[in-house]
């Protein structure tokens, strides 16, 4: 069965470029979720779904942090005009039901790189 | 605002002995409690999830208890192997659903 898939694994953009990542979650969960991890550091918590409905988004650090994930399925994370200090590792998760009582299953990460 | 804490930040242990990683958190209105594995450059995988009802949970050679009113758990990896060399991270959850993680334990096992 196949799990949590991000894509791409990695990225490269200059400073002020644009980028979008995308999660494949399990299929069927109900929950996804989005932490940043730098360097060193424990995952933060980015951003939440349920289905469709984005229920949390405290984490994203700034206006220029975007997610959505309109069917209630694959989501996509997007950054705007991208700063150094957003080099980190984008990490996807999901879990089957609502309930928060569930296992967080990860995928690999996009790790990205602004120079 | 919930803070999650890891003792020790890395350690290096020979082939087969027993260990011990502690996590602690401020706010003891937990519903869960995991402990993850991450090994370089890859993502984070689960090895055991207690709800804020129990005080154990045990797997194959590890074992995580849980002591809620104290703000405390601990991760016991009995006779430890070179492919247990990782870094582990602990998470809790609240009454929202986001896991909030201390900053990891980084375990190296020697042969």
């Known amino acids: 069965g196949a799990g949590v898939s991000q894509s791409p694994r990695y990225k490269v953009a200059k400073r002020g470029q644009d980028v979008a990542l995308r999660c494949d979650p399990i299929?069927?969960?109900?929950?996804l979720f989005w932490y940043q991890q730098a360097l060193g550091q424990g995952p933060e918590f980015l951003t939440y779904?349920?289905?469709?409905?984005?229920?949390?988004k405290s984490g994203l650090p700034s206006d220029r942090f975007f997610a959505e994930r309109p069917e209630g399925s694959v989501s996509t994370l997007k950054i705007q005009r991208t700063q150094q200090e957003d080099s980190a590792v984008y990490l996807c998760?999901?879990?089957?039901?609502?309930?928060?009582?569930?296992?967080?299953?990860f995928g690999p990460g996009t790790r990205l790189t602004v120079l | 605002k919930q803070e999650v804490t890891q003792i020790p930040a890395a350690l290096s242990v020979p082939e087969g002995e027993n260990l011990v990683l502690n996590c602690s958190f401020t706010?003891?209105?937990?519903?869960?409690l995991q402990w993850f594995r991450q090994d370089p450059g890859k993502g984070l995988t689960s090895l055991l999830l207690?709800?804020?009802?129990?005080r154990e949970q045990t797997s194959g050679r590890l074992n995580a208890s849980l002591d809620k009113s104290s703000g405390r758990s601990t991760l016991y990896i009995a006779a430890s192997q070179p492919g247990d060399s990782a870094t582990y991270l602990c998470?809790?959850?609240?009454?929202?659903?986001?896991?909030?993680f201390g900053t990891g334990t980084r375990l190296q096992v020697f042969p």
């Open positions: 998760a999901s879990s089957p039901s609502a309930s928060g009582t569930d296992t967080q299953y």
């Open positions: 299929s069927g969960h109900v929950s």
């Open positions: 779904f349920q289905n469709e409905a984005q229920l949390d």
């Open positions: 706010d003891s209105a937990i519903y869960n």
């Open positions: 207690i709800q804020s009802s129990q």
């Open positions: 998470a809790v959850s609240g009454n929202t659903d986001k896991l909030i």
